[in-house]
T-cell receptor
Framework: QQQVKQSPQSLIVQKGGISIINCAYE??????FPWYQQFPGKGPALLIA?????SEKKEGRFTISFNKSAKQFSLHIMDSQPGDSATYFC???????????FGSGTKLNVKP | DGGITQSPKYLFRKEGQNVTLSCEQN?????MYWYRQDPGQGLRLIYY???????QKGDIAEGYSVSREKKESFPLTVTSAQKNPTAFYLC????????????????FGEGSRLTVL
């Protein structure tokens, strides 16, 4: 049973456009929702994270929107750039960070 | 520079052989993790360790074994019992599990790609 469901599997966006990736979860004990960015042949790196006490968090061109009642959260990349082309993973964890559950990943391709 | 070092980067194995993947961190992190990455399946947790000399099974531990004899080292052995071992393996660490400075950020190594011939 997949704890975190992510969509779409792949995404093509024109340079300057908005990229949107969605995730949904079931376990209401989850308390921490990070997004990771992975370039080919590399390990993932933390991009941005949110706790459920806020509905939105913004860092530069990256924004997480969080809907606690719907148990959904999404990553928005504004003014997408070719350098943003990578695979993005959402994840969820309980408050003690013992285990992280990852989504299946979204491969983003930003066309110049 | 602090970070996580995984070795080897590429490894080929014949069926029936055990192989050990190395993971070393100099970040002074308490917690360490092993994930397996397959196309379209995200990252799946194999084993994790919150403290030296202690570790727990993740969601796909069958056919794998680990040890945590030192804080900085968390090697993963892929045994012959693992039915489909060809994959990209990622090691990660996390700081401050014992209270002060606790954070949810995982720091990943660059991975080891295992291919079974």
């Amino acid at each position: 049973q997949q704890q975190v469901k992510q969509s779409p599997q792949s995404l093509i966006v024109q340079k300057g456009g908005i990229s949107i990736i969605n995730c949904a979860y079931e376990n209401t004990a989850f308390d921490y929702f990070p997004w990771y960015q992975q370039f080919p042949g590399k390990g993932p790196a933390l991009l941005i994270a949110i706790r459920p006490d806020v509905s939105e968090k913004k860092e530069g061109r990256f924004t997480i929107s969080f809907n606690k009642s719907a148990k959904q959260f999404s990553l928005h990349i504004m003014d997408s750039q070719p350098g943003d082309s990578a695979t993005y993973f959402c994840a969820a964890s309980t408050y003690n960070f013992n285990k992280f559950y990852f989504g299946s990943g979204t491969k983003l391709n930003v066309k110049p | 520079d602090g970070g996580i070092t995984q070795s080897p980067k590429y490894l080929f194995r014949k069926e029936g052989q055990n192989v050990t993947l190395s993971c070393e961190q100099n970040l002074n992190h308490d917690a360490m993790y092993w994930y397996r990455q397959d196309p379209g399946q995200g990252l799946r947790l194999i084993y994790y360790s919150q403290i030296v000399n202690d570790f727990q099974k993740g969601d796909i531990a069958e056919g794998y074994s680990v040890s945590r004899e030192k804080k900085e080292s968390f090697p993963l052995t892929v045994t012959s019992a693992q039915k489909n071992p060809t994959a990209f393996y990622l090691c990660a660490s996390r700081r401050g599990d014992l209270g002060y400075g606790r954070t949810g950020e995982l720091f990943f190594g660059e991975g080891s790609r295992l291919t079974v011939l």
